[in-house]
């Protein structure tokens, strides 16, 4: 799959990974070559089962990005694996979802920590930021920006053969189904405003057997660990993936169903047989785990950081977008003297340009104009830090007059 360069080479749906009986294996072991966003893309395009269901900012419009979605992809051109270096076969880069055990990429790695080069009075405040804002929280400040994912997923939805869906079309994007009578329910979200969250780099995980608390109104299934007073964790963007999926309801643990049907005769499979009792016994026999016949419907959330589509530097959150301190007649002036050769104004009332999205989403304007891109409270703060001090320190520092 990964050295594959005709394009051709493909797994059986049901085959556990064995090649599929179409594929000239001739053909395509005289023609390996390089990976290529292409080949990775195969697989990651398509997590979910199609493409940009299950990432926020990994989907076939990679192939060929619009500079403004990705300037990495687009503007230079990258391969996954100029990033995601590998070193025998060890892929670097650890996913949301399964512990890394090959390495991790960070955007320092190429960046630097300090990676605002001092060109512009910004420079100095935008480094300072980096030991608690993720790069993305600024450089990525919508998710599936160049073409939809989807945000939701009700599976208890599936089975109605009546339902006719209703095609759903976000900006100038090709119209999506609102339903599947094998999948069920979805609603698709394009050029989103993320989800912040406290992430030190590492995740909380339901494992399969896992019993899980069933009074809670959402089981989260992953979850971002950090806190506040953790000086290693950032503010990291997020699409929280969210979605109704069946738990046993005496053993409260995730049920599989046994979804595809292994052949003809196939008397358990879902989307042969639109029978989920049948299903999770099947499936969960499979997987080794008890099954005690009677299942309930739960809301899940699995969380997705924003790690690829990294706009230009031009389109980066900028002070005002944050802080609605600097929004209003004192600006910079709260702590540095004025010395009227610098416009402070102009510097900190710069909002960025979100105007290439207007064919992607309605709100483009409100977008733009928001000067509560993180909800500082949300986060644990009693309100901008400008104001009221970051989480270890308080400016303007005693000495300096308030207000
Ligand atoms: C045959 C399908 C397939 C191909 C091709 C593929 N991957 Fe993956 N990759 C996977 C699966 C499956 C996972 C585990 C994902 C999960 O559990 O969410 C994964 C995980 C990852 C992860 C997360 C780290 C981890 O260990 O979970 C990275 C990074 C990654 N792949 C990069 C790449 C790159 C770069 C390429 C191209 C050189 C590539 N992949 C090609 C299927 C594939
Ligand atoms: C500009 C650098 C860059 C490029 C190019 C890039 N990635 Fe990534 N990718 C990252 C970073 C950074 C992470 C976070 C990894 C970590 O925390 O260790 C990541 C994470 C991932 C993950 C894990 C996602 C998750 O949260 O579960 C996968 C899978 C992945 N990349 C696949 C790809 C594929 C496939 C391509 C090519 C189409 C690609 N990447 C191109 C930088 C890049
Ligand atoms: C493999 C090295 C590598 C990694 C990893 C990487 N970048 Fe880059 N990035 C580059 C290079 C090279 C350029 C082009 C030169 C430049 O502008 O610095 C670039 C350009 C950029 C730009 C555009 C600058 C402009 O002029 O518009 C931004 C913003 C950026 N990167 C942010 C990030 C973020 C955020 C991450 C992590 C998600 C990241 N980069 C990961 C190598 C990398
Ligand atoms: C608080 C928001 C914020 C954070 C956090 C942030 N940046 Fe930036 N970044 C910006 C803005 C705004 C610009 C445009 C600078 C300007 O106009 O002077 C920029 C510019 C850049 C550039 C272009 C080079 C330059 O000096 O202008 C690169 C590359 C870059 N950032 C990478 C990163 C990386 C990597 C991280 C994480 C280590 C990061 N940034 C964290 C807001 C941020
Ligand atoms: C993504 C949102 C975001 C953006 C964009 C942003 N900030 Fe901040 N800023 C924060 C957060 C969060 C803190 C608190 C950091 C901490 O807890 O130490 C902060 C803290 C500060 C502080 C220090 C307050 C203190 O007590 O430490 C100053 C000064 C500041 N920002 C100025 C700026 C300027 C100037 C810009 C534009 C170049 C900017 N900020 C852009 C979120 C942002
Ligand atoms: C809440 C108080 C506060 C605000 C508001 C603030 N700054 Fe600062 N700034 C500081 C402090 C304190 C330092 C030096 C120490 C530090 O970074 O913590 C500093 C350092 C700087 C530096 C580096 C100076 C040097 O000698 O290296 C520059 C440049 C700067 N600020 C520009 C700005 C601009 C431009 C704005 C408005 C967009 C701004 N600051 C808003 C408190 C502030």
Redesign the pocket.
């Given at each position: 799959m990964c050295h594959d360069t005709t394009g051709t080479y493909k797994k059986a749906p049901t085959k556990a990974g064995w090649p599929d009986k179409g594929v000239d294996l001739k053909d395509v072991a005289e023609k390996v070559g390089h990976s290529s966003r292409r080949s990775c893309g195969r697989c990651h395009f398509n997590g979910g089962g199609g493409d940009a269901i299950k990432h926020a900012d990994l989907a076939g419009n990679l192939l060929k990005p619009d500079p403004n979605c990705d300037i990495h992809m687009g503007g230079l051109d990258f391969s996954c694996t100029q990033c995601h270096t590998t070193m025998r076969h060890r892929i670097a880069g650890s996913s949301s979802s399964v512990a890394a055990v090959e390495g991790v990429v960070r955007c320092a790695d190429c960046h630097s920590d300090r990676p605002h080069l001092g060109n512009s009075l910004?420079?100095h405040?935008?480094n300072?930021?980096c030991?608690?804002?993720d790069c993305n929280?600024?450089h990525s400040p919508v998710y599936a920006k160049c073409s939809p994912t989807k945000i939701w997923w009700d599976w208890s939805k599936a089975g109605d053969k009546n339902r006719k869906p209703k095609m759903i079309k976000l900006g100038n994007s090709k119209a999506l189904p609102d339903y599947h009578v094998k999948k069920g329910e979805f609603k698709w979200g394009r050029a989103v405003k993320p989800d912040y969250a406290w992430f030190n780099g590492k995740t909380k995980r339901i494992i399969l057997g896992d019993s899980v608390d069933m009074r809670a109104d959402v089981i989260q299934l992953t979850s971002p660990v950090g806190l506040?007073a953790d000086p290693s964790a950032r503010?990291t963007p997020f699409k929280i993936m969210k979605g109704m999926q069946a738990f046993d309801a005496r053993h409260h643990t995730l049920l599989i169903p046994h979804l595809f049907p292994r052949d003809s005769k196939d008397t358990t499979a879902y989307w042969k047989n639109y029978d989920w009792d049948k299903s999770f016994a099947d499936g969960m026999q499979a997987a080794k785990l008890p099954y005690s016949g009677e299942w309930q419907w739960k809301e899940t959330w699995t969380y997705w950081r924003v790690e690829h589509e990294v706009m230009p530097a031009s389109m980066?959150?900028?002070?005002?977008?944050?802080?609605s301190s600097?929004g209003e007649e004192k600006t910079?002036n709260r702590?540095h003297q004025d010395n009227r050769h610098i416009n402070f104004k102009e510097?900190?009332h710069k909002t960025t340009d979100f105007t290439f999205l207007k064919d992607k989403r309605d709100d483009v304007e409100q977008l733009q104009h928001s000067s509560d891109?993180?909800d500082?409270k949300a986060?644990g703060?009693k309100g901008?830090?400008?104001i009221?001090?970051?989480?270890?320190?308080?400016?303007?520092l005693g000495a300096l007059p308030q207000g």
């Open positions: 910004l420079d405040h935008l300072m930021h030991s608690t804002i929280t600024c506040r503010i980066a959150l900028s002070c005002v977008q944050c802080h600097l910079c702590c510097l900190a891109y993180i500082f986060l703060y901008d830090p400008i009221y001090g970051g989480r270890f320190k308080k400016l303007p």
